[in-house]
């Protein structure tokens, strides 16, 4: 039995009422192209599951169409819903999503990303914390001209695009959700201290506590690194101390979890003793119970955004920013669930 055909340009052009130039110039994301146009022909694109032709598109112009990812990061939550979102929008765009783990050796670590360059030729680099603010990364992919685009880095903001959400602000409100529901005892768990929003999250937290006249004393305080076992470590230190904390907010869902967790084992009945909350709001976060109440970090908006800004091609030559927005803020939203409750 023969195989389907495989869908073409040609098809996709013919339902879509254009000519084979106009769908390759939207699948290049040529700025020419109105938006009604764009809208009409990726529409029929996804209708078909068309897929261009890599090899063919290469011939066609100057680009790899493969775009690299790198990561360093502990929480499993946020990296896969990070590379889920980005591979979808990169088959959306006819793009390929190379990913490389960083390696605890720096030097190992370079010479992934130059052999990542060297091989595939790709168009772009995203960087997620906390490789983004790794300077020896930053220099090998600026001296290769390589566009790249940081996600929630903590300096050299003027020195490439970059996407983040108001950590320091998000922290503050779900700080002061807790304050509002009556929580005067509030610990929390700070996360990877190589990460920037670790600090901005922790900074939002006592500034909270402080705009409304709380003192917490420092055994509130535990550093985690955005693990579950960091996270589990943590709330066993919290659950012994004798005037024990009503609420525990921790500076993600992996952390939160443990602490649910730990706290169950304990015989410590959430939220009816211990509210919890957590941040990103990952799957993991509607997966144990109680359910975790949370700040919804727009993960998926973060790797789509990432993405497209890479294939856009307005950042091809990073030794020309100055004219162009670097700085790209999205929104976040806090999520109450069955962790939390009004003590």
């Given at each position: 039995m023969a195989e389907p055909r495989r869908t073409r340009i040609q098809d996709v052009a013919e339902q879509a009422g254009v000519s084979m130039m106009t769908v390759s110039r939207v699948l290049n994301q040529d700025k020419k192209v109105s938006n009604k146009t764009r809208q009409k022909v990726m529409a029929v694109v996804e209708k078909l599951?068309?897929?261009?032709?890599?090899?063919?598109?290469?011939?066609?112009?100057?680009?790899?169409?493969?775009?690299?990812?790198?990561?360093?990061?502990?929480?499993?939550?946020?990296?896969?819903?990070f590379l889920l979102a980005a591979l979808k929008k990169c088959r959306a765009l006819g793009y390929h999503l190379?990913?490389?783990?960083?390696?605890?050796?720096?030097?190992?670590?370079?010479?992934?990303?130059?052999?990542?360059?060297?091989?595939?030729?790709?168009?772009?680099?995203?960087?997620?914390?906390?490789?983004?603010?790794?300077?020896?990364v930053l220099e090998v992919l600026t001296k290769a001209n390589v566009p790249f685009v940081r996600i929630t880095p903590d300096t050299k903001l003027n020195s490439s695009p970059y996407i983040c959400m108001d950590d320091y602000q998000a922290a503050f409100d779900v700080t002061e959700r807790l304050i509002n529901q009556g929580h005067k005892k509030i610990a929390h768990i700070i996360g990877n201290n190589k990460q920037g929003v670790s600090r901005l999250r922790y900074q939002g937290y006592l500034d909270a506590l402080r705009s409304n006249k709380i003192t917490t004393p420092p055994e509130y305080i535990e550093q985690g690194s955005f693990t579950y076992q960091s996270g589990m470590e943590a709330a066993v230190k919290l659950l012994a101390l004798d005037d024990k904390p009503t609420a525990i907010f921790a500076a993600n869902d992996d952390m939160a979890a443990a602490v649910i967790s730990i706290a169950q084992q304990q015989g410590i009945n959430i939220p009816g003793d211990l509210s919890v909350v957590g941040f990103d709001d990952t799957q993991l976060a509607r997966s144990v119970w109680p359910h975790i109440s949370t700040v919804k970090q727009p993960i998926n908006e973060m790797a789509?955004?990432?993405?497209?800004?890479?294939?856009?091609?307005?950042?091809?030559?990073?030794?020309?920013?100055?004219?162009?927005?670097?700085?790209?803020?999205?929104?976040?939203?806090?999520?109450?669930r069955e962790s939390s409750s009004i003590k």
């Open positions: 599951n068309y897929r261009p032709n890599v090899s063919a598109r290469r011939l066609a112009s100057s680009k790899s169409f493969f775009i690299g990812l790198l990561y360093d990061n502990p929480s499993d939550s946020y990296i896969s819903q190379v990913v490389d783990e960083a390696h605890l050796d720096i030097n190992k670590t370079i010479e992934s990303v130059k052999q990542l360059i060297d091989v595939t030729q790709v168009d772009g680099m995203i960087l997620l914390p906390p490789m983004c603010d790794n300077e020896d789509e955004l990432s993405v497209s800004l890479l294939a856009s091609g307005q950042y091809d030559n990073m030794s020309n920013l100055k004219s162009l927005e670097l700085r790209h803020i999205l929104d976040f939203e806090l999520i109450e």
